[in-house]
């Protein structure tokens, strides 16, 4: 394991700490941000180049600024004065707790059966690229059709004007 | 401790982390970061397995990672689309507040 897997692994998590606790909404954003950033950076050190850099570019390129784009668009920067937490705050807190528990539970349980190969692969993007429109071509054009859907969706969602409402 | 537990440790942090902010927070857009953090934990295991596991060069995991962050962009493109049509229409991103059904 790399040594610059500890100071990333703390980025990632202060960064999804902060997405989460931060009063504005914009901080919030921002904090994403960092921690899809540190989430990349793990790929890298685990020798996921492709996956490190596609994640780059969905991520911190396009759905942070989508994030940011919503926020703006519904005043959503604004703190309400009731406060950023649901009332039922304490019951979300304990079962995130106990789904952690069990996670790590199970992590800490099996450490002598995971595997452990520590041959660096030898993928490159042109194998990722061959796998993609070959083995894997029928998922990519499922894919495909699904981005399109989802982005005529989305348009259609955001714009629709209830008839006779001004 | 292998590598492969420390990634998995690091993963469920950030799973759990997202977890409770979907299951805290007021604002809508909040909870879509959550579940955006809860599909970045998944994929990082995914991408973890592939980095560890035996055969890395049937690219198994690396493929489900790329195709879930696919999935995942489409996902977040839709929801704030619907969070958008939800403030036109009760005028709040509050999840309290946006208590009826009725349009």
């Not at chain 1, 190969?117 to 059709?145: C, F, K």
């Not at chain 2, 998995?8 to 799973?15: D, E, G, K, N, Y």
Request: charged letters at 10%.
């Amino acid at each position: 394991m790399s040594i610059a897997f500890y100071p990333l692994a703390v980025l990632t998590l202060a960064g999804g700490l902060g997405a989460v606790l931060l009063k504005n909404t914009v901080h919030c954003a921002l904090a994403l941000s960092v921690a899809f950033a540190g989430l990349a950076l793990l790929f890298l050190t685990l020798d996921a180049q492709f996956a490190g850099f596609a994640q780059i570019l969905v991520y911190v390129g396009a759905v942070a600024i989508l994030v940011v784009f919503a926020i703006l668009l519904t005043k959503g920067s604004e703190t309400p004065e009731s406060g950023i937490f649901s009332h039922t705050w304490f019951v979300g807190l304990i079962i995130a707790a106990g789904v952690f528990a069990v996670l790590g539970w199970a992590v800490l349980q099996s450490v002598n059966a995971l595997p452990n190969e520590s041959a660096v692969p030898a993928i490159t993007v042109h194998d990722i690229g061959n796998a993609l429109v070959g083995r894997y071509v029928l998922p990519l054009e499922i894919v495909a059709l699904l981005l399109t859907a989802a982005t005529i969706g989305a348009v259609i969602v955001a714009l629709h004007e209830k008839e006779g409402a001004k | 401790m292998t590598p492969l537990a420390s990634y998995l440790l690091v993963a469920a942090l950030l799973f759990a982390i997202g977890l409770a902010g979907a299951l805290t927070r007021r604002n809508a857009i909040l909870v879509l970061i959550g579940i955006e953090l809860m599909l970045n934990a998944a994929n990082l295991n995914l991408i973890a397995f592939w980095r560890y596991g035996p055969h890395p060069e049937a690219l198994t995991g690396m493929m489900f990672a790329i195709f879930s962050i696919a999935v995942a962009a489409a996902e977040a493109a839709v929801g704030l689309g619907l969070v958008i049509a939800i403030y036109r229409s009760a005028h709040t991103t509050d999840l309290d507040q946006i208590n009826r059904m009725k349009g």
